[in-house]
Every structure is written in C-alpha cells, then in structure tokens.
C-alpha cells in the first residue's frame, strides 16, 4: 500500500528510471560540459528541460531553443534565469503565457525597457509585477544619482 505525498502523488507515481534520475542532477551542474547541457535540452521528458532551463551555465543557442518549448514549466524556468541574454528574455516577455511572462517580470536581471514594456501587459498580475520591478530601478538609480551629487559636491 502506498500513502500521499504532499503533492498528492502516491509513491508509485514517483518511480522513475535510473537514468532519469542521472540526467535530472547532470542539468542542474554547474560544472557540466555545456555540450552535455546542449545534449539534455532534447530529453524527451520536459523536468529534464526545466533543469536545463534554470542551469546558468547553459548555453545561449540552447536557451534561444529552449524559449519556444511548448512545455510552459521549461519557458517558466527560463525566464527565471538571471543569466539569459536579453534577446531570450525579450522573447520571453511577449509569451503566450502569463506565467511565463510574470516569471520574466521578477527575473532581477530583466532591462528596464523590457519592464516598461510589460507595465502595460494584459495580465494584471504582470502589469503590477512589472511596474513594482521598474520603480525599484528607477528609485535605486535616483538614490545612486542623490549620492553621487553629494559626494562631489563636498570634494
């Protein structure tokens, strides 16, 4: 007999191949070849991309193919990375998917322009997000800029 999880699997549920498990902990090291990374981003099961996904060591041509996976969980992960280029969060932030596009708006590493971009989302929740993102930017650099007149005014 096999009791819940938490998340409501029972054990069985949980089964994997031996194989699965080594390629799930391989995509999420840091020091992995990134041909092997590139390598994983094809698995067949979707957990495995997510890996890839949120892996900051992953390549930027793997990450530009992993912008149009049709897993959102994969998408999602990727636009969580704060070492994406901007070109993969750029597209990122125009996904069909709202949560991948509020997952873009709380990456610390996302453009002020791109922020901006999606201030005007059609998603509330995206919009606040976005607007909350790009008034921290804007306020640290007012307050960068407050300290920097200081400082030279009293030399």
Same mark, same amino acid.
């Given at each position: 007999?096999?009791?819940? #999880? &938490?998340?409501?699997?029972?054990?069985?549920?949980?089964?994997?191949?031996?194989?699965?498990?080594?390629?799930?902990?391989?995509? &999420?090291?840091?020091?992995?070849?990134?041909?092997?990374? &590139?390598?994983?981003?094809?698995?067949?099961? %979707?957990? $495995?991309?997510?890996?890839?996904?949120?892996?900051?060591?992953?390549?930027?041509?793997?990450?530009?193919?992993?912008?149009?996976?049709?897993?959102?969980?994969?998408?999602?992960?990727?636009?969580?990375?704060?070492?994406?280029?901007?070109?993969?969060?750029?597209?990122?932030?125009?996904?069909?998917?709202?949560?991948?596009?509020?997952?873009?708006?709380?990456?610390?590493?996302?453009?002020?322009?791109?922020? $901006?971009?999606?201030?005007?989302?059609? %998603?509330?929740?995206?919009?606040?997000?976005?607007?909350?993102?790009?008034?921290? $930017?804007?306020?640290?650099? #007012?307050?960068?800029?407050?300290?920097?007149?200081?400082?030279?005014?009293?030399?």
């Amino acid at each position: 007999m096999f009791t819940a #999880t &938490a998340h409501g699997q029972s054990a069985r549920g949980l089964a994997r191949p031996a194989d699965f498990w080594r390629d799930y902990y391989m995509a &999420a090291d840091q020091s992995l070849p990134r041909m092997k990374l &590139a390598e994983l981003s094809g698995h067949g099961d %979707h957990t $495995i991309r997510r890996r890839v996904a949120e892996n900051r060591n992953t390549p930027h041509f793997v990450q530009y193919f992993l912008a149009a996976d049709p897993s959102v969980d994969v998408r999602h992960a990727l636009a969580l990375n704060t070492a994406a280029p901007r070109a993969v969060l750029n597209a990122l932030t125009k996904d069909p998917s709202a949560v991948v596009r509020l997952a873009a708006a709380t990456n610390s590493a996302l453009p002020l322009p791109l922020l $901006i971009d999606l201030a005007d989302d059609q %998603h509330p929740y995206v919009a606040k997000r976005a607007r909350r993102a790009a008034q921290r $930017i804007l306020e640290r650099r #007012t307050t960068r800029t407050a300290e920097a007149t200081r400082l030279r005014q009293t030399q």
